[in-house]
């Protein structure tokens, strides 16, 4: 190595000064005070070049050049080396000229200039058949690296299938001269849905990567892969790679990759620091990558999914193969309440464009975040431009033929399905050759009573009354290899969507006004022909069907005595109709005299 603080020749004392020997090389001479037997020698003096420091990004900034000081009185020469450096330099005697030429190495050369060039050499110290060397090592030990370790740029790529991830990171920053080696830390929390358990569980796992050694006097910054393929140096033993994390699985994972940094310097320090790894070393922040919404501690169907006020302390890990199979038990209709007010006016609505997909254990079969998806044709496709082979493969729905209502939408999308939160355009695995379809993903969610995963869809199939539907369902997994992101088909029965339905209830005085509001068939399964044998019939005391809908208004009571959706009784029937094409009040004003007096409507 060059001499700490030297780069050309200078004085630095009447004993001492930097010159540069014929060979180019720069030399400290330090002549002996006094003749012998008297002559002194001198002594060394290792002190710490002083930095300011900055961290991140661990930049040293030094106010002076760092140059040998040579103290004549005391005949001191100090040497001056910053934090973590190892200088190795070499030291020997050198000739006075006036007694060159009493050595007879010079003149074992052949020419004149070359026993100049040998002599000259001599005067220096630098020939070391005259006057042979020996190494000296300045060494500044730290106890702990300076800095700590960071991974900046940090992403991880899977092979199809693999269960190993491959790390790369364009900027490892640290502390190299104090550092002696680093490597990768891992922690990663996942949901478990085993079916030994009551339900899912969310666990807690680590690991660690493969050592990376880094030279002397490292530099701050590097590439990982280089520093890792700077360490095979023999392919008949290759060296465990510091790049490659053996996860042991092909699921997704989202994972807090963490540098550890050793300190170069362990050897020099007593066993009770030695042996203590929180003392020797230096753990650097989580590598950071895109923003995500993170799987909650407490909610196992929670999706992973880009979310610009999400979490950036992980590294995503892609699931590298597809899912299984969605266990489908059933599909049933589904409904939701809500209420408002305004004024006099009250309204209750029963959304029914719902249905609800029961699922078998177990879940995360790709890992967390993994959707219900619905396939679709595609975006806005027309359900009649669906060929034969793909009929079994996405989703449709029609008309109940029982009922004589307006058609359906004939085109689909994902915007008619409102509960959606992600969506891909992905090759099926039973027809990769052919176009990709859309995919519509759904959250799930556990049923700690039933033991059961659910999915709740909601449907937009047009102003339509209770159309057949069948679903085409995949599971989803949107960080995946692009090829890895959906299972196959699971083709679910056929199930009905309930109509919406609003009722609303006006107060202006003693008068109440009772209407409600939604879609109904012109004509349903017990209107008969006019051949019929049952023209004459009724099916209900004093009325022929028609094939509409009917509608019931009854007013209940409530017993004060019981606390519970029990005590409300029938106590009377205000109507009871049916309704038309154009729709018809369900009941004109009912005013208070009318309701019993004893109880509260």
């Excluded at 420091?53 to 001056?80: H, I, K, M, N, Y």
């Excluded at 030695?274 to 070393?281: A, F, G, I, Q, S």
């Excluded at 199979?325 to 007010?341: G, T």
């Amino acid at each position: 190595h060059a001499l700490p603080g030297v780069t050309d020749e200078m004085p630095l004392g009447g004993s001492c000064a930097v010159r540069r020997a014929p060979n180019g090389e720069l030399v400290l001479l330090v002549a002996h005070r006094n003749d012998w037997p008297e002559s002194q020698g001198f002594r060394l003096i290792l002190a710490e070049r002083r930095a300011d420091l900055s961290d991140p990004p661990c930049a040293e900034t030094f106010s002076d050049d760092g140059a040998p000081q040579w103290v004549e009185e005391t005949r001191t020469l100090t040497l001056f080396l910053p934090k973590g450096r190892i200088c190795r330099l070499f030291y020997s005697s050198f000739i006075h000229p006036d007694l060159v030429h009493a050595f007879g190495v010079p003149r074992w050369t052949q020419t004149g200039a070359e026993r100049a060039q040998a002599q000259k050499m001599a005067v220096h110290g630098a020939a070391w058949l005259v006057t042979p060397r020996r190494p000296l090592t300045l060494v500044h030990a730290t106890q702990q690296p300076v800095c700590a370790p960071e991974l900046i740029v940090l992403s991880a790529s899977r092979a199809p299938g693999a269960q190993d991830a491959d790390l790369s990171c364009r900027i490892v920053r640290l502390h190299g001269p104090s550092s002696g080696q680093v490597e990768i830390e891992a922690e990663w929390g996942e949901w478990v849905d085993d079916l030994n358990r009551e339900g899912p569980e969310r666990v807690i796992r680590k690991g660690q990567l493969g050592e990376i050694r880094l030279g002397e006097n490292h530099p701050n910054t590097f590439n990982l892969g280089d520093a890792v393929d700077a360490q095979q140096v023999d392919p008949a033993r290759p060296r465990v790679r510091g790049d490659v994390h053996a996860i042991g699985d092909a699921r997704f994972h989202l994972i807090r990759y963490r540098a550890r940094a050793t300190t170069r310097f362990r050897e020099y320090l007593p066993a009770a620091i030695h042996d203590d790894r929180e003392l020797v070393t230096r753990l650097g922040p989580v590598a950071t990558g895109p923003r995500l919404s993170v799987a909650s501690e407490t909610d196992p169907g929670a999706p992973v999914l880009p979310d610009p006020n999400g979490q950036e302390s992980h590294t995503v890990v892609p699931a590298s193969a597809p899912p299984d199979d969605p266990r489908v038990l059933y599909v049933l209709p589904a409904f939701r309440w809500s209420e408002s007010a305004s004024g006099a006016t009250r309204q209750q609505t029963r959304l029914g464009d719902g249905l609800r997909v029961w699922l078998d254990r177990p879940w995360f079969s790709s890992g967390d975040g993994e959707l219900l998806g619905v396939v679709i044709a595609g975006e806005g496709a027309r359900f009649t431009d669906i060929s034969a082979r793909m009929q079994t493969l996405v989703t449709q729905w029609g008309l109940d033929p029982l009922w004589d209502a307006a058609l359906p939408k004939t085109r689909i999308s994902s915007g008619d399905f409102a509960a959606r939160v992600h969506v891909e355009n992905v090759r099926l695995q039973e027809r990769p050759d052919d176009p990709a379809v859309t995919v519509v993903g759904h959250r799930v969610q556990w049923d700690a009573e039933r033991r059961l995963w659910f999915c709740d869809l909601q449907l937009d199939p047009g102003a339509t009354y209770m159309p057949f539907v069948r679903l085409a369902l995949v599971r989803l997994q949107p960080h995946a290899l692009h090829d890895a992101k959906i299972s196959k088909v699971v083709l679910a029965e056929f199930a009905q969507v309930l109509p919406r339905r609003r009722a609303a209830l006006t107060r202006r005085g003693a008068t109440l006004s009772v209407s409600l509001h939604g879609p109904a068939p012109i004509a349903g399964p017990t209107k008969f022909p006019i051949d019929s044998e049952y023209t004459d019939v009724s099916f209900r005391l004093g009325e022929h069907e028609t094939g509409l809908n009917r509608a019931e208004l009854v007013l209940q009571t409530r017993d004060p005595a019981i606390a519970s959706d029990l005590a409300w009784r029938d106590e009377k029937v205000l109507l009871d109709a049916p309704l038309g094409p154009g729709g018809i009040p369900v009941a004109g004003p009912l005013r208070a005299a009318a309701l019993p007096g004893a109880a509260s409507p």
